[in-house]
């Protein structure tokens, strides 16, 4: 505790404790973490559909930009491989 204590002794003696530049780095960062929250939340509404259940009269197989999804009772879900 005591060698914490120095540490923040001597960085306030030098003004480098809460210096300005610490604080635009903490923001740029702050930044980063909503940019990334953002794409995360959007890929989930794009995959969305996913989710949604199979009607009893729909095919088993679903094509969406050139790919065959199966319903997967397992997973509740279309998935890209076949159910077993």
């Given at each position: ?17 809460k210096?300005?530049e ?21 890929r ?41």
């Amino acid at each position: 505790m005591i060698l914490a204590e120095n540490k923040y002794k001597t960085l306030v003696r030098a003004g480098e404790w809460k210096s300005p530049e610490d604080q635009k780095e903490i923001l740029a960062m702050r930044v980063q973490v909503d940019e990334i929250k953002k794409k995360k939340e959007s890929r989930s509404r794009r995959f969305e559909w996913k989710k949604k259940k199979k009607p009893s009269d729909l095919k088993e197989v679903k094509q969406v930009n050139d790919k065959k999804y199966h319903w997967c009772p397992r997973h509740a879900l279309w998935t890209l491989h076949k159910p077993k």
